[in-house]
């Protein structure tokens, strides 16, 4: 069983930064990539970032330049650096894990439980 736990969310105003951490644990094959998707109110949920194992990175257009995704193999842990929040970037942002299929049996994807970003303006 894997369980991701994210912290950091919270209330920031427009220009503001934060950092989000997810932290992945229990029983883990290899890790292929990590992700971060966020959910506003009353919209699909959408891909902000993602990192693969090698470290290749992908943001979506509207984070480009402001966020920054990383991540610690060693400590199965992603993070997001948030700059120059909008409040169009308010939104329950989640954790999502990928195993490599390589390595393992069933299941591959993994949700963290969500933390809340508020962007006043």
């Known amino acids: 069983q894997v369980q991701l736990v994210e912290s950091g969310g919270g209330l920031v105003q427009t220009g503001g930064s934060l950092g989000l951490t997810c932290v992945a644990s229990?029983?883990?094959?290899?890790?292929?990539?990590l992700s971060w998707y966020r959910q506003a109110p009353g919209n699909q949920r959408e891909l902000v970032a993602s990192i693969a194992h090698g470290g290749t990175t992908d943001y979506a257009d509207s984070v480009k330049g402001r966020f920054t995704i990383s991540r610690d193999n060693a400590k199965n842990t992603v993070y997001l650096q948030m700059n120059n929040l909008k409040p169009e970037d308010t939104a329950v942002y989640y954790c999502?894990?990928?195993?490599?299929?390589?390595?393992?049996?069933?299941?591959?994807?993994?949700w963290g439980q969500g933390t809340q970003v508020t962007v006043s303006s």
């Open positions: 999502r894990l990928r195993l490599d299929p390589l390595y393992t049996l069933g299941r591959l994807y993994y």
């Open positions: 229990g029983v883990i094959s290899t890790i292929d990539s």
